[in-house]
């Protein structure tokens, strides 16, 4: 059962694992074309931490000890569905997400990843691109949340120079922050 708020936002967890070398992992939706970042519900009974541990190994099949836990967003960051995302007819009614981002650096052998832990994968591959490319990747709606994870998150990423600059192909209005709005 997911953990829905009385304005209607599904609690969520969201996963940044990076290889050490400035690149970030993705995943492919299974039988999609889409990309995005691990993530996934808030059970009533777990821990935030908790549901970032299971689903690090539900989607990508590590477990705690292939990770180092580097830092996570401080507050929840929300997102709206679409309409058309939206299932009127189930209750409660779920309108968008609250996610808490989590930072992890891969200590394990990248061997580990795997998608076939649970009986319906969520994903069934993955590939390790630059910092913020996951905003070109993932859907629409949810790119404002990425680029607000990935800034709050890019100073753990890249403690020594910061994380890149943002790419040109960024809206004007995410540029803001990093001098050049």
């Known amino acids: 059962m997911d ?15 990076t ?8 995943a492919g939706r299974r039988g999609r074309s889409g990309w995005q970042f691990p993530q996934g519900g808030i059970r009533p009974e777990e821990s935030i931490e908790g549901a970032m541990f299971r689903e690090l190994h539900e989607e990508v099949g590590l477990d705690p000890g292939d990770v180092d836990l580097i830092g996570a967003t401080e507050g929840w960051l929300r997102y709206r569905l679409p309409e058309r995302y939206v299932r009127r007819e189930q209750r409660p009614l779920c309108i968008g997400q609250k996610q808490r981002w989590f930072l ?5 052998d990248v061997e580990r990843l795997r998608f076939d832990v649970t009986d319906e994968p969520e994903f ?5 691109v630059d910092y913020w490319r996951p905003v070109k990747e993932v859907i629409y709606f949810k790119r404002p949340v990425y680029v607000r994870a990935l800034r709050e998150l890019g100073p ?7 994380p890149p600059p943002p790419p040109a192909w960024w809206p004007r209005r995410w540029r803001r922050g990093f001098g050049d709005a």
């Open 3 to 17: 953990s829905i708020d009385e304005q209607g936002f599904r609690a969520n967890v969201g996963i940044v694992l």
């Open 19 to 26: 290889d050490g070398c400035g690149r970030v992992l993705i």
């Open 104 to 108: 992890l650096h891969l200590v394990g």
């Open 124 to 128: 069934d591959r993955c590939r390790w």
């Open 156 to 162: 753990l990423a890249f403690p020594d120079a910061g």
